[in-house]
């Protein structure tokens, strides 16, 4: 099971791929599970030395009663202080932004690969769209 934020590499030149935990709630693995989750708005950002993903959707588990999760709240990411201290530095200096690749479970843990990213131009996404389209027609 895995879900993938296709915007992603469209918008964004990834630099580098880190994974990292999530900290969720019993509904929201459930969900997650399901395939009821979205990671195409999301983001990743550092805030007390600890990395928080916000606006990722997991929908409200069908099943759950009164103890159901907020959908689009905060989710805290687990890294380990190093990774998160050489983040903070790259994403102050050079200006790259943390976004979600993929949602994927390793050995029954949901794992999220975040990219360090740095935003496309418009010419530079239009680039990528002739790139495609000539691959395509060499491939027939």
């Known amino acids: 099971m895995e879900i993938l934020n296709r915007k992603a590499r469209?918008?964004?030149f990834i630099i580098d791929e880190i994974e990292a935990g999530i900290e969720l709630k019993g509904t929201?693995?459930?969900?997650i599970r399901n395939g009821k989750a979205s990671?195409?708005?999301?983001?990743?950002?550092?805030?007390?030395?600890?990395?928080f993903l916000t606006n990722m959707f997991i929908?409200?588990?069908?099943?759950?009663?009164?103890?159901?999760?907020?959908?689009?709240?905060?989710?805290?990411l687990l890294l380990h202080k190093s990774e998160?201290?050489?983040?903070?530095?790259?994403?102050?200096?050079?200006?790259?932004?943390?976004?979600?690749?993929?949602?994927?479970?390793k050995k029954n843990h949901a794992k999220i690969s975040l990219g360090l990213c740095k935003g496309k131009?418009?010419?530079?996404?239009?680039?990528?769209?002739?790139k495609r389209d000539?691959?395509?027609e060499n491939r027939y």
């Open 10 to 12: 469209f918008n964004y």
């Open 121 to 130: 131009k418009l010419y530079d996404k239009r680039e990528t769209i002739k």
């Open 59 to 76: 929908a409200k588990y069908e099943e759950g009663n009164r103890f159901n999760h907020d959908e689009r709240r905060e989710r805290k």
């Open 39 to 51: 990671i195409e708005d999301a983001y990743a950002r550092i805030k007390n030395r600890e990395v």
């Open 84 to 105: 998160i201290i050489k983040l903070s530095k790259k994403l102050e200096l050079d200006n790259y932004t943390l976004v979600p690749l993929k949602l994927y479970f």
């Open 134 to 136: 000539l691959e395509r």
């Open 28 to 31: 929201e693995i459930k969900s």
